[in-house]
């Protein structure tokens, strides 16, 4: 091999750097994690202190998706491989997508709070883990979709070529699925961010619970109606938003290019310059190679482990497989889980019926007239996104010079979380006479819009070019080509992105008709308010029966209508045919 | 070289496919076969007559529902270890080089380090594919990259290969070259490969290669016909001893797709073949342009460019509308299907109408959609699955509503999933006849 030394040039400081920010940041977060449980942490507004702010809120949600990968790659792995968990684990991912985890907050931080009581670890966990649930059922449903359309054959060669499970994942299916995955990290981070404001300062019964982060200053900055301080905060999370971009994003989505299944490129390959940058560097290779040498010398001290390993080690292995290899032993094995799985189920309902059987016939009016309430907004909320994201996402979509300029501006602004904007948006309101009641369907369009904008601009660019070039020979009329080609091919789409778009609505309301701002609180009548206000003063039982009715709303909803649109719309226009 | 001792053997071996719509398929019933050491072995037969399958098998890829597969006695469990594989699409890892590919199955062998470079560097020369180590499978041609696939196999220096149709994704340039650097190698004693199975739709392929061709029928897989073939290696394709052999093939085959007809039962249920309208006019198309209106169906096959299986089904098809007829492996065009090709279009849907209503299964329908109106496609798609529990049934059902839209006698509405009946007169005259 030849070898030609280099001197460290720019790129490698800039890569030196970099590994000693992660590094002090990492060290801040944890001192901050041990930090003792002082009531409401003190937020500093001076803008020194922002990019510490946007630090902590970037670690949380980093974190989050790091557990939401492995998360992912479990549960995909289980529901691909058995037919008894996928019948188990894809009804269960399709519910706890669709439901307001925001509900499940308080209880979160409760229980958390009572495991860690002086530290403020508790708070920190739940943060992480609502993040977490924000990010990972489309990562798990992402590699879970992969694994079960990878080729039969390369499965094969890699069974023949004596390959053990754990080599198979890691250098044929966790590749085979690397886009997907890279692709739907985006759009989790994205949407991880969402509840930023709530997860890191709320009001739980009277008392306030807040973490540093940039969501944290932003309420802290809404509660003092400080609007340079607003301003900065919204300025800090673009920027936030745009090096992860840049910085992550990109380089990842041109880097996994390589895992590419199908050799058929479709349109130009992307490209970063952070990539490419790093390509030119010569220290990663370095690192590497040092890298390499780590690992061999830590093989060789552990060498004389090694043996009483492999001697207790198929044991303990091989044991539980051998044991399960047995009929009679599956089948009781499989009984005892799904015992286990009906007990906590059935004990989890039971826990419910008690707190929701508190309820009294009024209260249960009361949640229904919300519900139907805040379900007309949210049905708004779909139809106003349609009615600019349709048009607009077509003619992206039409035009490859227009759609390659735009995704990436649409793809910050898509990650940006709504609610920061929401009581800024109501102000605005209330300066021109719209009350919440009204103008919560906008800050619920602020939430869902995009999904339907991305989806129809996808849709739209992948329409085949024959198809367009026959209407234009057949000199369609540009209201005959909308309604004979683009709407029906953008259709499918359109729907899916309906799906989320009401998902991303329903999930704002809890923040849209409660808002809390410049000291003042506003609410209207609505299901969303309700858990909001239930939440506030520690109301459980109401709050139970919101978060239960808001569910069930949403699952119905999504089993019989959306999902029986969505088959006839694949069905009639699916344009593979 | 002569067989040696028995190596890979199953015995009374069943298979079954569970289909996405929950249509449980036979593809393999109470096989037996053998190989033997320094045999090539060639699975020939009609597509869905699960020489695939047997393949996986005899690899350890799947275990079988019923029966069992042996090597040296043993009962297999797992993947066979003696055995490498190659296949019709490559099945390259498209992130690794080729030097990786053909590393895949070293190091499970336990070959490391220095002894695994030598072990690429013999297989990527045995192959022909120097200079392409560091390439990825994506700048490779068609050829190149199943060059690759039988590097990645010699690289652990098997026993056994097995291949499924390794060139049937190639073009005929690249096949020619590649096959006859399959029999060097085999011949080869350096490559450690003595024993080869090869699964193939060519007949000439195995004719080529094979000392012993076994035939499969479908509907379920089973073994027709095992055929020796002595010829000495190497074989020379234009010779007659060659062409003899290939005739021999030919015979068999055709006794396996188009069997003669037995003249009882006329009213026993016949699947139709799940070929298109305008295949079968092609076919009819062709045969006028012919003397006297006939050829061998395996010359009409490379004439038409099509392989051997999809074209005795479409003779099947013209056969059943009585437009040919065939005697041993020639097909000829009848009187009617001179007819029927000089009509115009309407007049040829009405003799295609005619013609359908008679056919047993379209008659069964018929008879449905006369008594009820229109039918609900589950209810034809569950009798399909009763009557043939061999044949996908949609892909049957997607036969019949092409052929019935086309003769005017049915209409589907895919919306409503629902079959109705179009063109009465023509179904009453074909039941006056």
């Given amino acids: 091999m030849k070898r030609s030394f280099r001197r460290i040039g720019l790129a490698d400081v800039a890569i030196l750097c970099l590994l000693g920010g992660v590094i002090a940041g990492v060290v801040a977060f944890a001192r901050e994690f041990r930090a003792p449980l002082a009531e409401a942490v003190r937020i500093d507004l001076r803008f020194g202190a922002l990019p510490r702010y946007a630090l902590f809120s970037l670690s949380r949600g980093v974190t989050a998706l790091v557990i939401s990968y492995l998360f992912a790659l479990g549960f995909g792995w289980a529901a691909a491989k058995s037919r008894a968990a996928e019948r188990l684990l894809l009804p269960l991912l399709d519910i706890l997508q669709s439901i307001p985890v925001l509900g499940f907050l308080p209880g979160l931080v409760l229980g958390l709070m009572s495991l860690f009581p002086t530290r403020n670890v508790g708070l920190e966990l739940a943060a992480i883990l609502m993040i977490f649930t924000a990010q990972a059922w489309n990562l798990a449903l992402s590699f879970y979709s992969s694994l079960k359309s990878l080729p039969v054959p390369l499965r094969d060669a890699c069974q023949v070529a004596g390959w053990r499970a754990s080599r198979t994942f890691w250098e044929l299916e966790v590749p085979a699925a690397a886009q997907g995955l890279v692709w739907n990290g985006m759009l989790s981070m994205a949407g991880g961010w969402f509840f930023l404001m709530v997860n890191e300062a709320f009001r739980l019964g009277g008392r306030d619970y807040r973490l540093p982060g940039i969501g944290s200053y932003m309420s802290v900055a809404l509660d003092q109606g400080n609007v340079p301080a607003m301003a900065l905060a919204i300025f800090a999370m673009v920027a936030m938003i745009v090096c992860l971009d840049q910085l992550l994003w990109r380089p990842l989505v041109v880097w996994v290019e390589k895992f590419r299944l199908d050799e058929s490129g479709g349109g130009p390959a992307p490209s970063s310059w952070v990539l490419e940058f790093l390509r030119r560097a010569r220290l990663p290779r370095r690192a590497a190679m040092l890298q390499l040498r780590a690992y061999r010398s830590a093989r060789q001290a552990a060498r004389p482990l090694e043996r009483p390993f492999r001697a207790v080690g198929p044991v303990i292995l091989r044991a539980p497989r051998r044991a399960f290899e047995h009929p009679i032993a599956r089948k009781v094995g499989a009984g005892l889980l799904a015992a286990a799985i009906a007990a906590l189920g059935a004990l989890g309902a039971w826990r419910l019926w008690l707190l929701v059987g508190r309820l009294g016939w009024a209260e249960w009016g009361e949640l229904l007239a919300a519900a139907a309430l805040t379900f007309s907004r949210v049905m708004g909320a779909v139809f106003l996104s349609t009615a600019w994201a349709l048009p607009a996402g077509v003619v992206i979509g039409r035009s490859p010079r227009l759609a390659r300029a735009l995704q990436p501006v649409i793809q910050v602004v898509a990650s940006f979380p709504a609610p920061m904007l929401f009581p800024l948006v109501i102000l605005l309101f209330e300066r021109i006479g719209i009350g919440l009641g009204i103008g919560a369907v906008a800050l619920m369009v602020l939430a869902g819009q995009w999904y339907i904008l991305f989806n129809v601009i996808s849709a739209v660019a992948a329409i085949p070019q024959q198809l367009k070039d026959a209407t234009a020979a057949f000199r369609l009329r540009r209201l005959a080509r909308w309604r004979v080609l683009y709407l029906p091919a953008a259709f499918p789409a359109l729907v899916t992105g309906w799906v989320t778009a009401a998902g991303g609505a329903w999930n704002g309301s809890i923040v849209a008709e409660y808002i809390d701002a410049g000291g003042a609180l506003r609410t209207t009548r609505g299901l969303g308010s309700l858990i909001s206000d239930a939440t506030a003063h520690a109301n459980f039982p109401l709050l139970a029966g919101g978060i239960a009715l808001m569910s069930l709303i949403v699952v119905g909803w999504n089993r019989v209508v959306w999902h029986s649109m969505m088959e006839w719309a694949r069905s009639r226009f699916g344009l593979v045919q | ?433």
Avoid at chain 2, 277 to 301: C, I, M, Q, W, Y
Avoid at chain 2, 327 to 353: C, H, S, Y
């Fill in chain 2, 1 to 433: 070289m002569t067989p040696g001792s028995l190596l890979l053997e199953a015995q009374h071996v069943t298979q079954r496919f569970r289909l996405p719509n929950g249509q449980v398929l036979e593809a393999l019933r109470d096989v037996s076969l053998a190989v033997h050491e320094h045999e090539v072995v060639a699975l020939v037969g009609p597509s869905g007559c699960g020489k695939s399958t047997l393949l996986r098998l005899f690899a350890g890829l799947a275990r079988p529902a019923e029966g069992t597969v042996l090597y040296r006695g043993q009962r297999l469990d797992g993947v066979l270890g003696a055995a490498a594989m190659v296949f019709q699409s490559f099945a390259l890892l498209p992130w690794l080089t080729v030097a990786e590919n053909v590393a895949m199955g070293l190091e499970a062998r336990g070959v490391d380090g220095a002894a695994r470079r030598d072990a690429v560097a013999r297989a990527v020369n045995l192959v022909g594919l120097d200079g392409f180590e560091q390439a990825y499978p994506k700048e490779l041609s068609g050829g190149m990259k199943q060059r690759v696939g039988f590097a990645r196999a010699l690289a652990v220096a098997p026993e056994i290969l097995l291949m499924d149709e390794p060139f049937g994704a190639l073009d005929p340039l690249t096949t020619e070259n590649l096959r006859s650097q399959v029999v060097d190698l085999w011949r080869d004693p350096a490559t450690g490969v003595n024993t080869l199975v090869i699964v193939t739709h060519s007949v000439e392929e195995a004719v080529f290669l094979a000392g012993r061709i076994v035939v499969f029928g479908s509907n379920p897989g089973h073994v027709r016909e095992e055929l020796e073939n002595s010829l000495p290696y190497p074989r020379q394709e234009r010779s007659p001893e060659f062409e003899a052999m290939v005739d021999r093939l030919h015979a068999i085959l055709t006794a396996t797709l188009l069997p003669e007809t037995a003249p009882a039962a006329p009213q026993r249920l016949v699947p139709f073949p799940r070929v298109h309208v305008s295949e079968v006019t092609g076919l009819l198309d062709h045969l006028l342009t012919r003397p006297d209106g006939k050829g061998p169906v395996f010359e009409l096959a490379e004439d038409l460019g099509v392989d051997y299986d999809r074209m005795s089904a479409v003779v099947r098809g013209a056969e059943q509308l009585g437009w040919v007829n065939t005697p041993g492996e020639i097909v000829q065009l009848t009187q009617a299907g001179r007819d029927v090709m000089a009509m115009d279009d309407d007049a040829r849907k009405d003799a295609t109408r005619t013609r359908l209503a008679k056919q047993p299964l379209f008659g069964r329908l018929l008879a449905m959609l006369k008594e009820e109106g229109t039918v609900e496609d589950e209810e034809v798609l569950a009798d399909l699955t009763i009557y043939f529990p061999f044949i996908p049934a949609q892909s049957l059902f997607d036969t019949i509503i092409e052929w019935g839209r086309y003769a005017e006698l049915l209409d589907h509405d895919a919306d409503a999933a629902r079959l109705a009946l179009l063109g009465w007169e023509g179904a009453a005259e074909a039941r006056v006849e």
